[in-house]
């Protein structure tokens, strides 16, 4: 196996340097006739990583780059940028850079590969600052405290505004951001899938610090190299050390749910990168697209606190548009947003535009050097659809179509070996943990440096009205039996059960998180004579909403099945509820607790009066241990292998 991965790398990259040599021919030839020089002087069309489809550059001479002969040509694409003084850091602030990013990083070697494809890791639970963290290391006596990185390790020119912002925030933010620090620029994967509410913020700044540091540190290693080449024409024999790029210009990617988080990422950007230090290029264009329409009521930020579930307008607030893809460019005096394709530094998306954006050119080149890749809101991307997710990171880091005018002198070697997926570093950021989320972690994290999942220990929720849920398990021995093993339980067992009593067979909610669930046991219930039912989805338009919430309360449905997704997107309150289902425990552990107390929304209801049962496995681990607890997971799971 590893020998036919190694020809298809090897023709594969043939295969471009041949394309490649080929335009640069056709290009010499165009300079040696007139005619066909000509035509060359067309503007060339690429395309925008933006909403349009395309738009219409002229050569990267023009605007901010049209600058004195004696500043230095960024070999990547051609465009002219300041050379960038202060390479006085002190040798941390490079050494974890060029150790793991350099053109011969020595963690890259054969063994290590070889660890990362059997998955054997050095498996330890550790102590990183506040935070407990199991850190899958490669085998070596080194612990993880010696492979910590500091503060030293950023660069100087980013260290100092941040640290003068760190001095006005909270000791608490302090601490978030100073445990981040530690960890992310050392090249480790992350997994946090424990992010309180209020720590968001703090921890966007972090990242963004560690990526705007990174893409600066590339950068400055891009200029010296062109000083260096420069400085060497009259030389007999050119530099040879100079392998400072991948195939393509953009290096960090973030994917983000929706538009609104791309206005928390590039304020998080942005607040490392001050003006008048920097200026920040087609700002207003981005506010009216990413923003609310100037005319438009953002109900959820304007309502009073408490109106509304303060995660819900965290996540929902601001433009929820689940379709856009913008880049972002740096130099060393500005940012620019909305940057072409292939001009970019730092590219935010959504999986679905993203995805849109790979089927429509049919290629997926700008993916192909991306070196840092941030995960934000996993919790959200679950609730759309994760076939995205997939599709993207399958055409992560693989070899491109096109040359790209790429200068190949200048590549790293490990690009060209196929081996930047073994050095891309994965942060992925949740409030919780997911089955998905998790498998992901395990199967497509295959970062050399190692990975850290941060560990929680969950309290149990409090249940209103001192209600006492039945938490009735089944037998499940394989998870790809799981969904079948858990309608038959709910067939034959459960709702039979229900439909034998009067009381409990009326004013009864159905919560099923799985739309493939949801779907499943709809089909079965329309199959059932005598079963009076209405349904939720995310599909349901607001005048079924209406309909179906009207039909509960008074009565004349007994059932009432709900989606996850559907509650997720819309949060109704529903009233009318004496009796309970969960098909399975929800993702999203405040919607138990929600479902418990809608019934005491109507006057006269004792807890008494309501019931709650609850059907689960041992694959349900996850979902349980938020809701009972940690403890009471262990406690529930004991009769379970």
Request: glycine share 4%; aromatic share 10%.
């Amino acid at each position: 196996m590893a020998a036919e991965d190694a020809n298809s790398a090897t023709t594969k990259l043939l295969t471009l340097l041949n394309v490649s040599a080929l335009k640069s021919r056709k290009r010499d030839r165009g300079i040696d006739d007139p005619h066909t020089q000509t035509k060359g002087n067309k503007r060339r069309r690429s395309v925008a990583f933006t909403e349009d489809s395309a738009l219409e550059t002229t050569s990267p001479t023009s605007q901010e780059d049209a600058k004195p002969s004696s500043e230095i040509v960024n070999a990547n694409d051609g465009t002219v940028v300041v050379d960038d003084p202060g390479y006085g850091d002190p040798e941390d602030a490079t050494s974890f850079y060029e150790r793991h990013f350099g053109a011969n990083p020595k963690v890259l070697t054969e063994k290590s590969r070889m660890h990362v494809d059997q998955n054997s890791w050095k498996t330890t639970r550790e102590k990183v600052g506040a935070l407990t963290v199991v850190a899958s290391l490669p085998p070596g006596p080194t612990p993880l405290a010696k492979m910590l990185a500091n503060r030293t390790a950023i660069l100087e020119r980013l260290r100092k505004p941040f640290l003068d912002r760190l001095a006005k925030q909270t000791q608490e933010s302090v601490h978030v951001q100073n445990e981040l620090l530690s960890i992310l620029p050392a090249h480790f994967d992350l997994y946090h899938p424990a992010i309180p509410l209020d720590h968001h913020q703090s921890i966007r700044e972090a990242i963004a610090l560690h990526a705007l540091d990174h893409v600066t540190k590339k950068r400055r290693r891009i200029l010296k190299n062109n000083e260096r080449i420069s400085n060497a024409k009259d030389a007999p024999e050119p530099p040879e050390d100079i392998q400072d790029q991948g195939f393509t210009r953009p290096s960090v990617l973030v994917l983000l749910p929706f538009r609104s988080f791309a206005v928390h990422w590039v304020n998080a950007l942005t607040s490392h990168t001050p003006r008048p230090s920097f200026q920040i290029e087609n700002h207003s264009r981005f506010l009216s697209e990413y923003g609310l329409p100037p005319d438009a009521v953002d109900k959820l930020a304007a309502a009073e606190k408490g109106t509304y579930p303060d995660d819900h307008v965290e996540m929902f607030k601001g433009n929820v548009d689940d379709n856009f893809r913008i880049g972002v460019k740096l130099t060393r005096k500005s940012v620019k947003l909305f940057a072409e394709f292939y001009g970019c530094d730092i590219i935010l998306a959504s999986p679905l535009g993203l995805r849109m954006s790979i089927e429509k050119e049919k290629n997926a080149d700008f993916l192909s050097s991306i070196e840092i890749l941030v995960m934000d809101q996993m919790n959200a991307m679950v609730m759309q659809n994760w076939d995205h997710i997939e599709y993207v990171l399958s055409h992560m880091n693989r070899f491109p179509s096109e040359s790209h005018d790429a200068d190949f002198s200048r590549i790293k070697p490990w690009y060209l070996d196929g081996h930047s997926a073994y050095l891309r570093q994965s942060i992925l950021l949740s409030p919780f943990e997911t089955s998905e989320i998790r498998a992901l972690y395990h199967r497509k994290l295959t970062n050399i440096a190692g990975k850290i999942r941060v560990e929680k220990v969950w309290p149990a929720l409090q249940v209103p009205g001192s209600l006492e849920p039945l938490f009735a398990s089944f037998d499940c021995l394989n998870p790809q039996d799981e969904a079948g093993k858990r309608f038959d339980c709910f067939t034959t067992q459960l709702l039979p059960k229900l439909l034998k009593s009067a009381v409990q067979s009326s004013n009864a909610i159905v919560f099923i998180p799985s739309s493939f669930d949801f779907i499943r046991v709809h089909n079965y219930f329309r199959k059932q004579t005598g079963l009076d039912f209405a349904t939720l989805s995310e599909y349901s338009s607001n005048q079924d909403i209406s309909r179906a919430r009207q039909a509960f309360f008074t009565g004349k449905k007994s059932f009432l099945l709900i989606s996850e997704r559907f509650h997720f997107y819309r949060r109704y309150k529903i009233r009318g509820i004496r009796n309970i289902i969960f098909y399975a425990l929800p993702e999203h552990p405040q919607f138990f607790s929600e479902f418990l107390s809608y019934p005491f929304l109507d006057d006269g209801v004792d807890p008494i009066d309501v019931s709650c049962q609850v059907m689960y496995c041992k694959y349900d681990w996850f979902r349980l241990e938020r809701i009972v607890g940690t403890a009471g997971a262990r406690s529930l799971m004991q009769g379970y292998s």
